[in-house]
Nanobody
């Protein structure tokens, strides 16, 4: 069983930065592709960023490209989401997810999900 715990959320002014972390326990971290998703109030959950198991491949939603960076440290069993130039529309609960299948992450059917961390960006 894999457990995912997100941290690093909070309240920040527009233009500011936050770094989210997602720590995995329970299985070998380095075999899993990881992704971040978010869900704003009244909206559906949406994809934010994905990173391959090796860290060699990443992709981003158009809405965050150039502002957010996903990375991972396999020695620490942790994936990160560095968020810069935050906008009020980035306000959401952010979730990390893990799966050995990139397709499962792409279709939001990943096996493992964290509980989420709230990010609020004030204008």
């Amino acid at each position: 069983q894999v457990q995912l715990v997100e941290s690093g959320g909070g309240l920040v002014q527009a233009g500011g930065s936050l770094r989210l972390s997602c720590a995995q326990s329970g299985r070998t971290f380095s075999v899993y592709d990881m992704a971040w998703f978010r869900q704003a109030p009244g909206k559906e959950r949406e994809f934010v960023a994905h990173i391959s198991w090796s860290g060699g491949g990443t992709n981003y939603a158009d809405s965050v490209k150039g502002r957010f960076t996903i990375s991972r440290d396999n020695a620490k069993n942790t994936v990160y989401l560095q968020m810069n130039s935050l906008k009020p529309e980035d306000t959401a609960v952010y979730y990390c997810a893990a799966d050995r299948s990139p397709r499962a992450l792409a279709t939001m059917t990943a096996t493992y999900w964290g509980q989420g961390t709230q990010v609020t960006v004030s204008s």
